[in-house]
């Protein structure tokens, strides 16, 4: 049924571009300040944030109060479910392997492979964490990777930063090529043409990423005692991103491009070590045997979680658990009640609002399937489990409202307009467009937390405002996922995700000092990637695919 109450959102409402964009950056910038600056904790600082965005997007933007007040459950339940889900399964499936001594196990046998922590970083937080990605995504890879590197003795803080900058390069194809799908529902232009752009922008970054993983963790010193780990994961993984998303297409890129990467590091390993071991948190070579437990069970929770979330991306089972149990509904009162209006879109546009529950298809589900039957088959009986759970939710809980404020926040932006104020304000650059349009990515998925958000968000712009400047709607369009990887680092959701991951110790970091940490990491590799896309744009335009 049509909405009782409509309306159409209004991108300039202070006269001017200029002045409407400095007061649409102010949510975003209290945010920041109160987590970086003044060290609010997180869910206070949420609150604030979401307060003021919803009295510019009342007050000064026009939005009704019933929408705003809308759009801000909406965005909270979707925090709940199906991203704060992701976060409570992945935490239990950790505590599964914890408990049954699997974790004990993977010490040892991952030390037998290079008792060096840099190393284990390239591993984990790189190659499996991209393999993650292009299962899951919804914050599984930093979840996943930030418990597996706890368990294996890294620091909290240093943990987490390794899992948000290693989960930058495969985002653009995660969760089985969705982001590039989505953008070209919202653009009109072919999936495969859009992947194999962004199989030509991303490569030159990823091979830079493992070397600046290790540089982050160690200095620049103890990156040049493992360059040869560090150019050999980059470069596989490079490799193989540009084949895949050229020769097959976007669905497949982070799982081929991520295990062949996994495999050509750990060859590397079989001839080369460093010169100098760099020990995980001082503990020394760790012995490779000990717990008598056959590698297949201590890996069980992680095959577990891998097979099942493969198989719910194969598009039969997909669609049938999609049928069974996958119910959406329109959210009420929101549900096409605004109105996008050009240039933000083609014409003016209702804005659906659909909430899906997706119960067995959430990659969220196939963690805690996995952390289930895992810990059955490891011997942990069903109060066990329920134990265990109840001990996860327990210690996550703080978490979960901080995950459901910061996503309230993310979509009052998005319905009152003032994200599209910012991205108008960026495509006024003119000959400098190339630059600034993978930096409208980075704010888009630092804004929304998903690139997928971000393409629906700007994608469209990014399209329109090549064609004005006589640019490659194509490039630009696959700029802005491309350059989301990068807002990945910083958005609410993933800095809450690490935090969450990496706590429950007494030097674990609350998510203004994870924000801190990375925050420059991000916009470093941000403003790489950007003069990467210009220099394409302004010298090699013949990059297109089928230009």
């Known amino acids: 049924m049509p909405p009782e109450l409509t309306w159409s959102q ?13 007061a649409a950056s102010v949510p975003l910038l209290t945010l920041l300040a109160l987590l970086g600056v003044w060290r609010v904790r997180a869910p206070l600082a949420a609150l604030a944030a979401l307060g003021v965005a919803a ?28 991203i704060g889900w992701v976060v409570l399964n992945a ?3 950790y505590r599964v392997s914890w408990e049954t001594g699997g974790f004990a196990e993977m010490q040892r046998r991952l030390a037998g492979v290079s008792a060096d922590r840099r190393i284990q970083a390239l591993l984990i937080a ?23 590197m706890i368990g294996l003795g890294f620091r909290p803080l240093e943990a987490a930063v390794l899992a948000l900058i290693g989960n930058t390069a495969p985002v653009a194809f995660g969760s089985v090529g969705i982001p590039i799908v989505t953008l070209s529902r919202v653009t009109g232009l072919d999936e495969v043409t859009l992947g194999a752009m962004v199989g030509r922008q991303l490569p030159w970054v990823a091979v830079v990423v493992p070397f600046w993983l290790v540089w982050a963790q160690s200095g620049w010193r103890g990156m040049v005692g493992v360059w040869p780990a560090c150019l050999v994961t980059g470069c596989s993984f490079a490799v193989l991103q540009f084949l895949v998303s050229n020769l097959h297409g976007p669905w497949l890129v982070d799982i081929v491009a ?12 079989r001839w080369w070590r460093p010169a100098e071991i760099q020990p995980v948190s001082g503990s020394g070579v760790w012995p490779v045997s000990g717990t008598g437990m056959p590698g297949w069970r201590a890996a069980l929770p992680w095959i577990c979680f891998a097979g099942l979330v493969a198989l719910s991306t194969l598009k039969p089972i997909r669609d049938t658990l999609d049928g069974w149990f996958a119910p959406r509904w329109p959210v009420p009162a929101l549900h096409e009640a605004v109105i ?65 404020l910061m996503l309230a926040l993310g979509f009052v932006t998005r319905y009152s307009g003032t994200d599209t104020t910012l991205g108008l304000a960026l495509a006024t650059t003119g000959p400098w467009f190339p630059f600034f349009s993978p930096l409208l990515g980075w704010l888009g998925v630092a804004l929304t937390g998903s690139d997928t958000s971000s393409n629906v968000l700007f994608g469209h712009l990014q399209k329109v405002t090549a064609e004005q ?31 969450v991951a990496t706590g429950g110790r007494p030097d674990s970091p609350d998510v203004g000092t994870v924000l ?20 394409q744009a302004r010298w090699f335009p013949g990059i297109v695919p089928g230009s």
């Open 91 to 93: 935490m239990f499936l």
């Open 340 to 404: 996008k209006v050009p240039p933000a879109a083609p014409e003016p546009t209702a804005e659906p609002a659909w909430y899906r529950l997706n119960l067995l298809s959430a990659s969220g589900t196939a963690v805690g399937l996995a952390a289930i039957l895992s810990g059955l088959g490891l011997g942990l009986r069903p109060g066990a489990l329920v134990r265990l759970y109840g001990q996860t939710l327990r210690r996550v809980r703080v978490s979960l409202v901080t995950i459901a």
């Open 10 to 22: 209004h991108y300039t409402p202070l006269g001017d571009l200029g002045r409407s964009a400095m």
């Open 55 to 82: 009295a510019l997007a009342t007050g000064i933007y026009g939005m009704p109060v019933a929408l705003a007040g809308a759009a801000a459950l909406h965005g909270a339940a979707f925090g709940l479910f199906p």
């Open 469 to 499: 400047l006589g640019l490659s709607p194509v490039m630009m369009a696959a700029a802005n996922s491309a350059g989301g990887v990068m807002g990945k680092m910083v958005d609410a959701q993933s800095i809450v995700v690490a935090s």
């Open 126 to 148: 790189f190659c499996f964490g991209a393999f993650v990605e292009g299962l899951a995504g919804f914050g599984a890879p930093v979840a996943v990777t930030g418990a597996l």
């Open 258 to 269: 991520s295990l062949g990467s996994l495999g050509a590091t750990l060859l590397l390993l």
């Open 516 to 535: 801190r940490a990375v925050f420059w990491h991000s916009v470093g590799l941000a403003l790489l990637l950007a003069t990467v896309i210009w220099v």
